[in-house]
């Protein structure tokens, strides 16, 4: 398995920042942040200071982005959507066509990758596929392609917000109502599958002290009953009729609390609200949601001294603040621990991370916005190279979400198998040439554009450094660096000069093609070869 070192004993905690705010403690921060962090993010800010950084990258400032377009051609065989042009949106669009839905599930995918990679500055994108993870659902279940695209809605406007309005949102979001079996929940035929999930997956946990029982699981199925789907209307309602309006007695674990039974027209969101209140209630929950923070923005081994001087503090917090996400990742992002040498590039890269992360560190260029189907086209290369390694977002494997983040003892290693392994490389590999073409453009990394980032091209060991400081999880030796540059960058010799005279020439005279091309050839190996090391794979 590709992992840095051993993870190691931290000796930090919660207290503030206070060390060096250099490029690598800058990088570090947005490579878990962000999806990738270009040259321009980091220099940014580096030069805004630590504490700028960090109001900026946690600012609740919300503009929703243009929905989803339309980017197919139905066939006659499909149920038309014709008043539709390309580069129309379908979100309002009442059609719940299998097949239409089929092929607007595609283009909301392809959209939801141009959103990861036209992120802002902000935290928000990443939070959203956090979100995505764990109140998992998967919209080929799901089907109906605006459900899907309303359900992401909410996680993204949500995504920094408070995580008990959350909850409560995703239990009555018509997707999860289908995917779930909420919408078939009834008063004669409980359907416990949404009780069950919501205290087990998405508020208390399966920790040792999550002690909810079955009966618990049956009584929160009753209180869930009666909503339902309207697929004219395409929204969720409440029906009195199908609600059971029995008190519901809980267990010791939740203080022998009863919710009153209700025989109203919001009986069944006022019963609800009591229900999402007495989960929230309890201890276990609080640190459930920290530890899971933890794990997507740290490390998986949650050790006796993480919980005692991490996850306890910041459950603290997130009580205290009556469960808004923000002051708890303000807290851990801000922490001695987060930046923590041993903290750092010891996460094996999701797909997400590695995928859309090198098509922005990389800087890659697509067509413009009026090219909808091109473009298009374009994102669903990066939908399709997820998706074969084993990250297809929109449709996670189970209501569990994706195993790197939950299944011991491999947790990130889950990403990294021989299947997935030559898929992660061969997207890299292609994008850096010979790229990839749609519709007469080429999404293809900028070798030399790329390089002219940096502060020194023309010195083969300052330009090494400062790609390999940008790019790698953590540093390679001196011995290898001197190996690749006489390898790639001297091609096999000795003196720096023979590099640094193919740049200025290059510089000076971009016409003379033969030498344009060498530097141009030069990088693009230099590139493929650094972004093949195992080093690469880790963040």
């Known amino acids: 398995m590709i992992e840095k070192n051993q993870h190691k004993t931290f000796y930090s905690g919660l207290k503030t920042y206070s060390g060096a705010w250099d490029y690598p403690t800058v990088r570090h921060l947005l490579k878990r942040t962000l999806f990738g962090a270009t040259k321009k993010d980091i220099q940014y800010f580096q030069s805004i200071g630590f504490d700028n950084t960090i109001n900026e990258l946690l600012s609740n400032q919300y503009a929703e982005p243009s929905p989803p377009l339309k980017d197919y051609n139905p066939s006659a065989s499909v149920a038309p959507d014709n008043t539709i042009g390309i580069g129309q949106t379908w979100i309002n669009d009442m059609s719940i066509d299998g097949t239409l839905s089929s092929l607007r599930r595609s283009s909301f995918?392809?959209?939801?990758?141009?959103?990861?990679?036209?992120?802002s500055r902000s935290i928000r994108e990443k939070m959203v596929l956090f979100w995505h993870n764990h109140f998992a659902t998967e919209s080929i279940e799901v089907s109906i392609a605006q459900y899907v695209y309303k359900h992401h809605k909410l996680l993204r406007s949500s995504a920094l917000g408070n995580f008990k309005d959350l909850t409560k949102k995703i239990t009555l979001d018509a997707a999860m109502l289908i995917y779930?079996?909420?919408?078939?929940?009834n008063k004669t035929a409980p359907d416990e599958n949404y009780a069950r999930e919501l205290q087990e997956l998405f508020v208390i946990g399966k920790g040792t002290n999550a002690l909810f029982t079955e009966d618990d699981v049956k009584a929160a199925a009753k209180i869930l009953t009666g909503?339902?789907?309207?697929?004219?209307?395409?929204?969720?309602?409440?029906?009195?009729?199908?609600?059971?309006?029995?008190?519901?007695?809980?267990s010791t674990f939740y203080g022998g609390k009863t919710i009153q039974g209700m025989n109203s027209s919001n009986g069944g969101e006022t019963e609800?609200?009591?229900?999402?209140?007495?989960?929230?209630?309890?201890?276990?929950?609080?640190?459930?949601?920290?530890?899971?923070?933890?794990?997507?923005?740290?490390?998986y081994d949650i050790t006796p001294e993480v919980e005692r001087d991490i996850i306890?503090?910041?459950?603290?917090?997130?009580?205290?603040?009556?469960?808004?996400?923000?002051?708890?990742?303000?807290?851990?992002?801000?922490?001695?621990?987060?930046?923590?040498?041993?903290?750092?590039g010891c996460q094996i890269k999701s797909p997400a991370d590695?995928?859309?992360?090198?098509?922005?560190?990389?800087?890659?260029?697509?067509?413009?916005?009026?090219?909808?189907?091109?473009?298009?086209?374009?994102?669903?290369?990066?939908?399709?190279y997820l998706s074969a390694s084993q990250q297809d977002i929109g449709d996670p494997p189970d209501v569990s979400g994706w195993k790197a983040y939950y299944q011991a003892p491999l947790f990130y290693g889950n990403w990294i198998n021989t299947d997935t392994m030559p898929k992660r490389l061969q997207y890299s590999q292609n994008l850096i040439s010979p790229g990839y073409t749609a519709g007469g453009f080429k999404m293809i990394v900028?070798?030399?554009?790329?390089?002219?980032?940096?502060?020194?091209?023309?010195?083969?060991?300052?330009?090494?450094?400062?790609?390999?400081g940008h790019l790698l999880g953590f540093d390679i030796s001196i011995n290898h660096k001197n190996q690749i540059k006489k390898d790639i960058l001297l091609s096999g010799q000795?003196?720096?000069?023979?590099?640094?005279?193919?740049?200025?020439?290059?510089?000076?005279?971009?016409?003379?093609?033969?030498?344009?091309?060498?530097?141009?050839?030069?990088?693009?190996?230099?590139?493929?070869?650094?972004?093949?090391?195992?080093?690469?794979?880790?963040?």
């Open 494 to 539: 000795i003196d720096d000069h023979y590099w640094t005279n193919a740049w200025d020439t290059y510089i000076n005279s971009p016409n003379l093609t033969s030498n344009t091309n060498y530097v141009n050839n030069s990088l693009v190996n230099l590139l493929k070869y650094i972004i093949n090391l195992p080093e690469y794979q880790l963040g």
């Open 446 to 468: 900028p070798a030399i554009d790329y390089v002219k980032g940096f502060q020194n091209p023309s010195d083969p060991n300052k330009l090494l450094d400062d790609i390999c």
């Open 354 to 384: 590695l995928i859309v992360g090198l098509t922005r560190e990389l800087e890659i260029k697509f067509p413009p916005s009026d090219q909808v189907s091109t473009t298009y086209t374009l994102w669903n290369q990066l939908v399709a």
């Open 180 to 185: 779930l079996n909420g919408q078939n929940n």
């Open 109 to 119: 995918k392809k959209w939801w990758i141009g959103q990861m990679i036209n992120q």
């Open 312 to 344: 306890e503090p910041l459950a603290d917090i997130f009580r205290k603040n009556n469960y808004e996400i923000l002051p708890v990742l303000r807290a851990l992002l801000s922490s001695e621990h987060f930046f923590d040498n041993v903290n750092r």
């Open 272 to 299: 609800l609200d009591q229900l999402i209140d007495l989960l929230l209630s309890q201890k276990e929950a609080a640190l459930f949601i920290c530890r899971r923070l933890y794990t997507w923005f740290v490390y």
């Open 227 to 250: 909503w339902r789907n309207n697929n004219t209307k395409l929204e969720p309602y409440f029906d009195l009729t199908r609600h059971d309006i029995s008190n519901k007695t809980f």
